[in-house]
């Protein structure tokens, strides 16, 4: 249909014509059809967006117990929440329940000082200064790895492979290990040369690695943060290491790759965000002009809690997106135990009391989920959540 002749259907359609032919009719015909779609579309998308305005500023007042069952463990054992389900660890062991308190699995060991590390259905544990590791899935033991090091720290990536810096004489090696238990990588550093590895974090493709390193020269302390490619774009560099920065005067002990594209570093005045789909960049720094007291993340924030010296608060606590902008920023007088993360809401808790926050910093709960808490654990449906405490695990919703 040429403009003419679709300027003269319109004429026709909105302002009526005898001469209107059955194409005509067929055109207005669909055309009502679409008017109709696209009023029912607007509608739906509107009450979507009112719901979910609803649902972030609604604020709670009480809570209620829909379900409960006896825990397990010792009082020296840890509980943390694991895959939509928990996990109890100690010194002699480790071991998963589902959400009802079933046991799923169970690993024995012995060690001194356990590490736990957790990422999406697997669990890592390690013995501090020791030189064994186990890795689990969510149906239990993949693999035991005797390093033939001394094991100073390590992570686990959401696919499985372990990161672990490791001591053997005067020499550190970081190490990548499959699932599988077998070694991927080996990377020998050096105080001389690199630095000393404080800390790494491999990305969720298992690709990128991010490596703080503490250099010491000319009795200044500097820090370098390296990043290596293990795909195809780091196959050409030197060791694959495909970007780095240096940051002078600075300590930086916490390096974290918070998604697939974006890691996250912390040092004692500077909050650092890189992002890259293969070499990441330095895309924001925050200065930090206070102590830092803890750090939390998620895919789309980093949280930061300070010492209050405004008012009578305790702690000041900031939320930043991962563009490095500050999203908003709350006063609590709580001892907290952890800071949850959970879609837009932020939930500061300890053994008897807990408070939530929307994104803007307004408070939606203060109150408790009872007595004796270790751990709460947000589930799928806003406003429920896994309450463990000393003797049982409860199911609760916010009211």
Same mark, same amino acid.
């Given at each position: ?13 909105? =302002?009526?014509? /005898? +001469? ?5 009719? *067929? $055109? ?7 008017? !109709? ?116 720290? =390590?992570?686990? /990536? +959401? ?5 672990? *810096? $490791? ?7 970081? !190490? ?224």
């Amino acid at each position: 249909m040429q403009m003419k002749s679709i300027t003269e259907f319109f004429r026709k359609f909105f =302002f009526g014509n /005898s +001469e209107i032919t059955y194409k005509d009719k *067929i $055109l207005r015909h669909r055309l009502h059809i679409l008017y !109709r779609c696209a009023l029912v579309l607007i509608l739906v998308l509107v009450i979507a967006a009112a719901i979910r305005i609803h649902v972030s500023n609604r604020v709670y007042s009480e809570y209620e117990v829909i379900a409960e069952s006896s825990r397990e463990g010792s009082e020296n054992s840890i509980y943390e929440s694991y895959y939509g389900n928990l996990l109890m660890h100690s010194k002699d062991g480790i071991t998963a329940f589902d959400k009802k308190g079933v046991k799923l699995w169970s690993q024995p060991y012995e060690m001194q000082n356990p590490i736990v590390r957790i990422a999406g259905q697997y669990v890592a544990v390690g013995d501090y200064r020791g030189s064994i590791i186990y890795i689990m899935d969510i149906n239990g033991l993949k693999s035991e790895v005797n390093t033939d090091m001394v094991i100073q720290d =390590f992570t686990i /990536s +959401e696919k499985g492979v372990v990161t672990a *810096i $490791l001591d053997k004489n005067a020499s550190t090696m970081i !190490r990548l290990i499959s699932t599988e238990g077998t070694t991927i990588i080996d990377m020998r550093t050096s105080m001389a040369d690199n630095g000393y590895p404080m800390a790494v974090s491999l990305s969720q493709d298992n690709l990128k690695l991010g490596v703080s390193y503490l250099k010491a020269k000319n009795a200044q302390i500097n820090t370098s943060i390296a990043f290596y490619n293990f795909g195809d774009v780091g196959q050409n560099k030197s060791e694959n290491l495909v970007s780095g920065y240096n940051v002078e005067e600075e300590v930086i002990p916490f390096l974290k790759y918070v998604n697939s594209t974006t890691a996250v570093a912390l040092g004692n005045e500077k909050l650092l965000f890189f992002k890259g789909k293969q070499i990441p960049e330095l895309s924001n720094e925050v200065t930090i002009e206070e102590e830092v007291q803890s750090i939390y993340y998620s895919e789309s924030y980093v949280v930061l809690v300070f010492h209050n010296t405004t008012s009578d608060e305790k702690y000041r606590i900031e939320v930043y997106n991962l563009n490095g902008k500050q999203e908003c920023s709350f006063l609590t007088d709580m001892e907290y135990k952890e800071i949850l993360i959970k879609n837009n809401d932020f939930i500061v808790y300890n053994e008897s009391a807990v408070e939530m926050y929307n994104k803007k910093g307004e408070e939606k709960y203060n109150g408790s989920f009872g007595e004796n808490v270790s751990v709460i654990m947000p589930l799928a449906s806003r406003g429920k959540f896994l309450v463990v405490k000393e003797n049982t695990i409860e199911t609760i919703r916010l009211r």
